[in-house]
């Protein structure tokens, strides 16, 4: 059976990104709207290598039409939209961070908490919505699964350095009009960031919070323990840098059980969503650039941390455009349809 499927925010990068995940990956999709605001309704957007869809405008779209809607049109229309969207018995999975900490909606990365996702249905007390985590904690979850089955993670530390594209289009244009415009001596004029993006690095993303933490370093804290265990501590420093795709991070675990590092190397040489690529020699590593247009999340830089007695230190890089957002979305909906769930 096909489904009829809605991408909501299908004129963003992350709503292409979606349209062409769904395409590239063969989804059963009997038919895909795109959809985006009134002001967009007409234009085209394009799903796969031949065919172009025209974009319908959102506030007029019936949702009963749709068996799975994917969102990605930011919170406040996720909020607006999405539950009335589950009510007409769409299956909603949600891009932003409107409905994540609720404990009637399931936060899902497919590699780590599948069975998670019956929970959404209103039929099992949901509210037929499904998260998607933050793009940096989606990639850190999946290289943590693992580890933390065979060995227990205690603790995490991890400093992420974080692409432009995770402001969205007009965090892209803003690298490439600054990195340009100093080329010519024009004055720099932050608008997205805080502060110059091109050649520099922003310690600060989201707001700030009482404690001193920003709201992006909240989010890795409390979306990993409510994907993978309450019980795992974590702390986060997140900072933004002048690449347009592709999150970095360096990532510091403490384990209850002892592990080597051969062990902790062929253990996530075989997990599902990850690529180990790591060679001590000056090319024997994954870097933003390489993986742009990937869907593994890469580890790498591999070693003992001496400082405490069961320790790892990794790097873990990923497409946060694809991992981070719209493929882990379109694994969400590949999962619905696996399991033959319905809203209705």
């Not at 995940?21 to 895909?32: C, G, Y």
């Not at 506030?59 to 406040?76: N, P, V």
């Not at 793009?135 to 432009?164: D, E, I, W």
């Not at 390489?290 to 497409?319: H, L, Q, Y």
């Amino acid at each position: 059976m096909g489904y009829r499927v809605a991408v909501v925010g299908a004129t963003g990068a992350v709503g292409r990104e979606m349209l062409q995940t769904l395409a590239e990956r063969n989804f059963p999709a009997d038919k895909v709207h795109a959809l985006a605001s009134s002001r967009s309704a007409g234009r085209e957007v394009s799903y796969g290598e031949d065919e172009v869809l025209t974009i319908s405008a959102l506030d007029k779209f019936d949702f009963a039409e749709a068996d799975i809607a994917l969102f990605s049109a930011g919170g406040e229309t996720s909020k607006a939209v999405a539950p009335k969207a589950g009510e007409a018995g769409c299956i909603v999975i949600d891009n932003s961070s409107a409905f994540r900490m609720d404990d009637d909606v399931p936060l899902i990365v497919p590699e780590v908490n599948p069975d998670t996702v019956d929970g959404a249905l209103r039929a099992n007390g949901g509210r037929n919505i499904i998260a998607n985590p933050n793009c940096s904690t989606a990639q850190l979850v999946v290289a943590l699964k693992p580890v933390h089955n065979a060995f227990g993670v205690r603790r995490v530390v991890v400093s992420t350095y974080q692409a432009t594209s995770g402001a969205g289009k007009d965090g892209m244009d803003e690298l490439f009009n600054q990195t340009r415009g100093i080329y010519v001596n024009d004055p720099v004029q932050p608008e997205k960031f805080t502060k110059q993006i091109a050649f520099n690095a922003i310690p600060h993303i989201d707001r700030f919070l009482d404690d001193g933490f920003t709201r992006e370093e909240w989010k890795m804290t409390v979306e990993t323990k409510k994907i993978l265990d309450p019980a795992i501590e974590l702390v986060a420093h997140c900072v933004r840098i002048p690449v347009f795709i592709g999150h970095s991070e360096a990532v510091f675990i403490e384990t209850g059980k002892p592990m080597t590092e051969k062990g902790f190397r062929d253990l996530l040489r075989e997990a599902p969503g990850v690529t180990v690529i790591d060679h001590r020699a000056n090319e024997g590593y994954v870097t933003p650039h390489e993986c742009a247009g990937e869907d593994a999340v890469f580890i790498s830089r591999i070693r003992k941390d001496p400082t405490v007695e069961n320790g790892m230190v990794f790097w873990c890089v990923s497409d946060n455009l694809r991992k981070g957002a719209a493929l882990n979305s379109v694994q969400i909906a590949e999962l619905v349809a696996e399991r033959g769930l319905s809203g209705r």
